[in-house]
């Protein structure tokens, strides 16, 4: 990733080894917390892999090589995503956080064919590995890439009044030290009845850590953030709020008022 001139990427290369060590392990033990890679191994074997649209598989295939790999979701959350998507009917949704789009062609797959998704990542760069899979896919017409840091673009989003509640699905993964502040527009631009999931709100377990557990700094922190966004869900009367163990952990929230 040497050689990029986005800022943002600068200082994402700051937590890049950290992220490249976790990236080994997750590589041998899969992105799951459950604590038997066989079971898992069988989950994504017996439902998941069979049903994974073939340029989705492109793109997780295209990803695992990257040493941020474990930044892609997960087949088996991507798959619940889809179904959950169609659950609500829904037609528009947004995504912040793409990397190289896996959860991103899954969410455009489950839309209609009038369906729309607003992607916003830091890094365009990430987004086009998956690009021509998405091509492929015949799902670029669903999709508004914006190349941008996501509090400006759901600003300006706010700031016209036709897209307050006119979303119906939004999937947040990015920076999770800004987790608080998407809620405060997720929850503006999602309709009533509509979902926000969360990802990575149990970071790898860590949320339970006991305060005398060796655990890497950067892991501490993390869990940290996390665990002051799941308070904070679960004061908000704005939505109902479900906490998944599936993946590395997503909260769904639909909101309600
Ligand atoms: N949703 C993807 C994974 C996203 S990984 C999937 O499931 O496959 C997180 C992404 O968030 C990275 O691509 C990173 O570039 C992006 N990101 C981090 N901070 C951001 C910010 N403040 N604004 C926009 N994108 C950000
Ligand atoms: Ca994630």
Known sequence: MEGLDNPFLQNLNAVVDILKEKNEYVKVHG??????????????ETTV??????????????????????????????QLLQMLLKVLN???????????GYSLLATALAL??????IAIDAVREFYEIGLPSIEKAGMTHK???????????????????????AFDFIFVDADKDNYLNYHERAVKLVR?????????????????????????????????????FNTAMVADARVEVSQLSIADGVTLCRRVA
């Open 49 to 78: 892999y069979p049903r994974e649209h073939e340029c989705l598989r492109e793109i997780r295939l295209a990803t695992e090589e990257h040493p941020l790999a474990l930044m892609a979701g997960s087949p088996d959350e991507v």
């Open 192 to 228: 009533i009845g509509g979902i926000i999931a969360y990802d990575n709100t149990l970071w790898s377990g860590a949320v339970a850590a006991l305060p005398d557990e060796p655990l890497p700094e950067f892991d501490r922190m993390f869990a940290e953030h996390a665990k002051k």
């Open 143 to 165: 999709i508004d890439f914006r190349e941008s840091t996501a509090l400006p673009v759901l600003d300006q989003l706010l700031s016209e009044e036709k897209n307050e509640g």
């Open 112 to 117: 209609p064919e009038d369906g729309k998704i």
């Open 90 to 100: 829904a037609k528009s949704a947004i995504e912040i956080g793409v990397f190289t």
């Open 31 to 44: 992105k799951s917390l459950l604590k038997n890679d066989a079971l898992y191994k069988y989950i994504l």
